[in-house]
Every structure is written in C-alpha cells, then in structure tokens.
C-alpha cells in the first residue's frame, strides 16, 4: 500500500462554504453545528476570497461584548490574504508551512479553484501512518 504523498491525496473535498455577505452570527452558529474550526468564504463564483476561523470568532465575540455591538457581515472579519497550497503540493511541504506558521489548515487549490481543505491533523494522520515518528510501540507497550 503506497502512502499519500500529495495534497489531493489527503484533502478533504466535502466543504462547507460561506459567502463574504453572510452574516457573522449565523456562520458561527455553523461552525459550532458542523464541529468544524475554519471555513472557506468565496465570491458568487465559488472563487475563494478569505477564511474565517475560530480564532477570528473569538476576537469578534470579546469585541461585540466589549462595544456592546452584535453581528456584521464575513467580510468584514475574515482573513484575508489566504495562505493556500497547490492540489500537487507534498504533505512534507505542506508539514514545513505548517510549521513555519500559525496556520491550522489550508485551502487547497487546483487550477486557482478551492477543491479542498487540509488541516494539521490531516497531516498528522499521514505521518503517523507512514512511521514517521521512527518505531511504534507495540500492543504490548514495548
């Protein structure tokens, strides 16, 4: 059984997505109803336009408590520019972006259109499955 070795191989195709006009309350409510950290905001097109992310919830939730002020459009709290990777980028490669910074996940893209996600565990996931991390204890725990 060969191991994956590129982005495709591993990503996650099913997404959910948002619009930049969607309002910030309701998009939360998804992520939390969806178990998920981080979505891909897109234009009409489906071309991908930002990210929002827990992390940019909570800023946003200890702001409006703060300012005693409730919701907003994506737009005006996604991250934008999104760091992304190529479909054809390696999980080695992606592994050093990761480390190299904060980000937990990437869009991935294939001819300049989002067609997946992949994220720090996705990575893991791999890795500890290829025996990365040199031996692996057995089920005696030696």
């Known amino acids: 059984m060969s191991l994956p070795r590129r982005a495709r ?13 969607e ?25 991908l336009v930002g990210i929002l992310t827990e992390r940019d919830c909570i800023d946003i939730a200890l702001e409006a408590g703060y300012f005693d002020e409730r919701g907003g459009k994506i737009s005006q709290f996604m991250t934008t520019p999104v760091k992304t990777v190529d ?9 050093q972006l990761m480390c190299r910074s904060s980000h937990r996940r990437f869009p991935v893209l294939d001819g ?8 720090r ?19 005696e725990g030696g």
């Open 9 to 21: 191989d591993i990503m996650t195709r099913d997404l959910i997505t948002v619009s930049a006009e």
């Open 121 to 139: 565990r996705d990575i893991l996931k791999v890795l500890n499955a290829g025996a990365w991390f040199g031996s692996r204890p057995t089920k």
């Open 112 to 119: 300049g259109r989002l067609v997946g996600l992949i994220s």
């Open 23 to 47: 309002e910030i309350t309701v998009v939360l409510t998804r992520l939390i109803e969806h178990d998920i950290s981080g979505v891909p905001v897109v234009d009409g097109s489906g071309a």
């Open 87 to 95: 479909v054809d980028t390696t999980i080695v490669e992606i592994a």
